[in-house]
């Protein structure tokens, strides 16, 4: 009788990091400030159909690698590679969404040298935590 395999996949993100969603949470003086440094780049991109600005693996942060895959290793159909979103819940809170530990480290330190004082970061869930990001 063959018995189906117990063996557990771990479930990776397209460049190849372990999946684990995390979110972090800032407060924003100003939505609009924000918004406005954000779509500044050509990195970021606004889906209006879902209320977000997404952060593209293109561009300013090409020169960023995450896992065992860096933008030169990714085949050209599976871009543009979305690897962050952020989104406005309020008009004073911001939430930077990504799905691995990697990408949130990245992305702490690639947004604070962008927004600086614009936006501070209020809390974060493991096992990303501030000594790994700083003061982001």
């Known amino acids: 009788m063959n018995r189906p395999s117990r063996e557990r996949a771990l479930l990776t993100t397209v460049t190849g990091e372990p999946l684990q969603p995390i979110r972090l949470y800032f407060s924003v003086a100003s939505k609009a400030a924000v918004t406005r440094t954000l ?33 030169g290793d990714l085949p050209a159909q599976v871009h543009p590679v979305v690897i962050g979103e952020f989104r406005f819940p309020e008009r004073d809170r911001m939430v930077f969404s990504v799905r691995s530990a990697d990408r949130a480290i990245e992305g702490a330190k690639f947004f604070k ?3 600086g004082a614009k936006a501070i970061r209020r809390t974060c869930r493991r096992p990303v935590c501030s000594r790994d990001i700083g003061q982001a």
């Open 113 to 115: 040298a962008i927004l």
């Open 39 to 71: 779509l500044g780049l050509r990195c970021i991109d606004e889906d209006q159909r879902a209320r977000r600005l997404v952060w593209l693996y293109q561009h300013e942060a090409a020169a960023l690698a995450f896992g065992s895959r860096g933008y």
